[in-house]
């Protein structure tokens, strides 16, 4: 499996991020797999933020629940993460992963392979 995120880079507070993942390699609705979206702000450990399951459930962090949301598009198999009311401390690398069956599904670790991630700055 192959993911690859893109975003754009430069975020203006109080605005809205988007960011897409293309999977290639399996399909997203392939059965017990879940795909995430992971983040590491500069200097701080990872965040697991939240995760879309083959079935189409999601999860998400307490801390992001408000603020994220996680959706895909089966034909293009590609997963996307807004996020709202951005703040400086959003800035971080945002990965996209997938968790085969096993593990929990709220743990960064259980994810495998990820994306190269993209960066996100949120400055004005």
């Known amino acids: 499996v192959q993911l690859q995120e893109s975003g754009p880079g430069l975020v203006k507070p109080s605005q809205t991020l988007s960011l897409t993942c293309i999977v290639s390699?399996?399909?997203?609705?392939?059965?017990?797999?879940?795909w995430s979206w992971i983040r590491q702000p500069p200097g701080k450990v990872l965040e697991w933020m939240g995760a879309i399951a083959y079935s189409g459930s999601t999860y998400y962090s307490p801390s992001l629940k408000s603020r994220a949301s996680i959706s895909r598009d089966n034909a293009r198999n590609t997963l996307y993460l807004q996020m709202n009311s951005l703040k400086a401390e959003d800035s971080a690398v945002y990965y996209c992963a997938v968790r085969y069956p096993s593990g929990s599904v709220y743990r960064s670790e259980s994810y495998s392979p990820w994306g190269q991630g993209t960066q996100v700055a949120v400055s004005s």
């Open positions: 390699g399996a399909s997203i609705t392939t059965n017990y797999f879940h």
